[in-house]
T-cell receptor, first 112, second 115 residues
Framework: KQEVTQIPAALSVPEGENLVLNCSFT??????LQWFRQDPGKGLTSLLL?????REQTSGRLNASLDKSSGRSTLYIAASQPGDSATYLC???????????FGKGITLSVRP | DTEVTQTPKHLVMGMTNKKSLKCEQH?????MYWYKQKAKKPPELMFV???????INESVPSRFSPECPNSSLLNLHLHALQPEDSALYLC??????????????FGNGTRLTVT
């Protein structure tokens, strides 16, 4: 059974800092990995999707990498801003039905 | 603004009520999903529709009844719910379901409170 872990559960950084959010998964037979952002009381916003054949994806200040063999992904946020404060979840797609398994998320607070 | 629209935003219902949650997307996506999310927990998959047919039911109690009238609409009919069913109900869509996958697009959810 696929398990996705995100540690730490919460992170507080000063504005301007570059930071890395980690995600690990137990079954390397994934189809893709997706990073989401969730603001309080809102739905999830897709940030980046990495197919299993890819190593990384970039969008603006965000860069996500994937090391399938070691079961790890990182989300790099450059020059963090208070508006980046949110919960970041990673999810992997596995199995015959490509079901998404979510991590519990990392709640990020960027201090002005 | 999200491209997946959910109504209502908030719903309070008694345990004997019947209500429905609605979800709409016009991105031409052929897979639609219902998720349930409790506070400070990740979303849990409930149902998947692929090409308007139910393809996954994650052993959800029958008091939750999904319906996909057409490729753009997804409903979740609620009847005789329990207080522990109170949660944020999220609808999502993707270009297609199945291997390879495509990004999931989520709505902002319906906050359901069962009294």
């Amino acid at each position: 059974k696929q398990e996705v872990t995100q540690i730490p559960a919460a992170l507080s950084v000063p504005e301007g800092e570059n930071l890395v959010l980690n995600c690990s998964f137990t079954d390397s037979a994934i189809y893709n990995l997706q990073w989401f952002r969730q603001d309080p009381g809102k739905g999830l916003t897709s940030l980046l999707l990495i197919q299993s054949s890819q190593r990384e994806q970039t969008s603006g200040r965000l860069n996500a990498s994937l090391d399938k063999s070691s079961g790890r992904s990182t989300l790099y946020i450059a020059a963090s801003q208070p508006g980046d404060s949110a919960t970041y979840l990673c999810a992997v797609s596995t199995g015959a039905n490509s079901k998404l398994t979510f991590g519990k998320g990392i709640t990020l607070s960027v201090r002005p | 603004d999200t491209e997946v629209t959910q109504t209502p935003k908030h719903l309070v219902m008694g345990m004997t009520n019947k209500k429905s949650l609605k979800c709409e997307q016009h991105m031409g996506h052929r897979a639609m999903y219902w998720y349930k999310q409790k506070a400070k927990k990740p979303p849990e998959l409930m149902f998947v529709y692929s090409y308007e047919k139910l393809s996954i039911n994650e052993s959800v109690p029958s008091r939750f009844s999904p319906e996909c009238p057409n490729s753009s609409l997804l409903n979740l009919h609620l009847h005789a719910l329990q207080p522990e069913d109170s949660a944020l109900y999220l609808c999502a869509s993707s270009l297609f379901a199945g291997t390879g996958g495509s990004p999931l697009h989520f709505g902002n959810g319906t906050r359901l409170t069962v009294t």
